[in-house]
């Protein structure tokens, strides 16, 4: 058995290789797309490495045949704001052997604790906390969202055997678009709206340089007291709007404007996962074609959250009715029917309160681990719902 890291194409072959010998019995899994994973590891691509570092591993069998796979990673300015230490690991796959996995997680926690590292994370992401992140434990027959870790139940095994315990809960929710209950939103909308003469938009493609502005500005007023809070910048949000703009659709999405000024946002995208399993993780120009013209032609469709606030100033309110109403059209229920609000974190109430409110149920639960590595600091996890 050898550890290697990845650094070659044919290293990065048998990486992306392993999921399909895991899952190719499991009729609902969806390959990820392997340039999604490979960028998260480019430093060209993510502006975590220029306050990080991150190291991809495959395991090895004597026959040369990839076992199994880990990425191992540390954030220096999230540390920043934390009581301690914290490494990460993630994109971990592995046969059903324990021995080999503990040879991962031996592995990465020697390279963790060589810099210091008082507790390690996994599986998350090294990046952003709104994708690939958490451990699956609940709703293993659903097909996995956009960017959204899959795995078999024997991982929970592996995890906890090795000292893992769980930390944070992680709820995607599933609703139906008729099944919103919108005529209890209507007449708090209509209040809400006579009160504080607030202007409700939709977003506007065709100028996302305002779009970007907005966006930044709003995320930037909004979260900065959240924990792990990392600001956007104009031209990381213009860029994002760039790539996603050909499945982008204007009336998924709003602002709540206080005169010029955006005070509100809420933002769904169509669910493209269900539309990319022929791509079998590799795009190219014909899959490109055949999974846009799947997408817009299918009706009706399901569709995710992307991001939703409401300014401090401004919650509790009545700002997320007005926004509800105004995007609960006949458009809405004709073109979509399932909805899934995904990375709702079990200790965030306020965020489990709201979306409760549109009749919405968990589908599935990932929890991301936590093992300690100095017996003198307290394990203090942070709160579950129950489900």
């Known amino acids: 058995m050898i550890i290697v890291e990845v650094k070659t194409r044919p290293d990065w072959k048998h990486f992306h290789a392993l999921p399909r010998r895991i899952y190719n019995h499991i009729p609902h899994w969806i390959c990820p797309l392997e340039?999604?994973?490979?960028?998260?590891?480019?430093?060209?691509?993510?502006?975590?490495?220029?306050?990080?570092?991150?190291?991809?591993?495959?395991?090895?069998?004597?026959?040369?045949?990839?076992?199994?796979?880990?990425?191992?990673?540390?954030?220096?300015?999230?540390n920043a704001q934390q009581p301690y230490p914290t490494g990460g690991i993630g994109f971990f796959e592995c046969i059903e052997n324990q021995a080999y996995a503990f040879q991962l997680f031996e592995h990465a926690e020697k390279m963790l604790q060589s810099k210091g590292v008082k507790a390690i994370d996994g599986p998350v992401n090294f990046g952003e906390r709104d994708k690939f992140w958490g451990l699956l434990v609940q709703g293993f027959e659903h097909y996995p969202l956009y960017q959204e870790y899959y795995h078999p139940p024997y991982y929970q095994v592996f995890f906890e055997a090795w000292g893992f315990r769980p930390y944070e809960q992680i709820l995607t929710l599933k609703g139906i678009v008729q099944n919103v209950p919108i005529e209890r939103f209507r007449p708090l909308a209509a209040r809400v709206q006579e009160r504080f003469g607030l202007t409700v938009r939709h977003i506007d493609t065709r100028n996302l340089e305002k779009?970007?502005?907005?966006?930044?500005?709003?995320?930037?007023?909004?979260?900065?007291?959240?924990?792990?809070?990392?600001?956007?910048?104009?031209?990381?949000?213009?860029?994002?709007?760039?790539?996603?703009?050909?499945?982008?659709?204007?009336?998924?999405?709003?602002?709540?404007?206080?005169?010029?000024?955006?005070?509100?946002?809420?933002?769904?995208?169509?669910?493209?996962?269900?539309?990319?399993?022929?791509?079998?993780?590799?795009?190219?120009?014909?899959?490109?074609l055949w999974f846009i013209v799947k997408l817009k032609m299918t009706k009706p469709k399901p569709m995710k959250g992307l991001l939703f606030g409401v300014h401090p100033d401004f919650q509790r309110k009545g700002i997320f009715p007005l926004m509800v109403d105004f995007l609960y059209t006949k458009y809405l229920t004709d073109n979509y029917r399932d909805v899934f609000l995904a990375t709702i974190r079990g200790h965030n109430k306020m965020m489990v309160d709201t979306c409760a409110n549109l009749n919405v149920k968990p589908d599935r639960v990932h929890v991301a681990y936590r093992k300690m590595l100095d017996d003198t600091i307290a394990f203090e996890p942070l709160e579950f719902i129950s489900v």
């Open 35 to 78: 340039s999604d994973i490979e960028n998260i590891f480019n430093a060209d691509k993510n502006k975590a490495f220029a306050h990080g570092e991150a190291q991809v591993f495959i395991l090895l069998n004597d026959e040369s045949e990839c076992v199994g796979r880990i990425a191992v990673f540390l954030d220096v300015e999230r």
């Open 211 to 288: 779009l970007a502005t907005d966006l930044s500005t709003f995320y930037n007023e909004t979260f900065h007291f959240q924990p792990y809070f990392k600001p956007l910048e104009f031209r990381q949000v213009y860029t994002l709007l760039k790539q996603i703009r050909p499945i982008l659709d204007p009336k998924l999405a709003c602002f709540v404007y206080d005169s010029t000024h955006p005070i509100g946002f809420c933002g769904l995208l169509p669910e493209v996962n269900p539309f990319m399993r022929h791509a079998n993780g590799k795009m190219n120009a014909l899959k490109l």
